[in-house]
């Protein structure tokens, strides 16, 4: 039986949730900052790295 191993990036949700911010917010901050992203079961994951920085770089909160 083979399994799937969980995907380690964030979804948008995760993010806006983080963030507190609106999901819109979420594609905007990953367009404008160049989030890697990738695809699994259907849903988009963002990099934990990249979203990291973007918080380094706007000085929010988790970042």
Known sequence: MR???APAGLTA????G???VAKG???RY???YGWRRYTHGGRAY???GDVADT???LGRPGG
């Open 3 to 5: 399994q799937e191993s």
């Open 13 to 16: 949700d995760d993010i806006a």
């Open 18 to 20: 983080l963030l507190s």
């Open 25 to 27: 917010s979420v594609y």
């Open 30 to 32: 990953a367009h404008q």
């Open 46 to 48: 963002y990099h934990p």
């Open 55 to 57: 918080l380094d770089r």
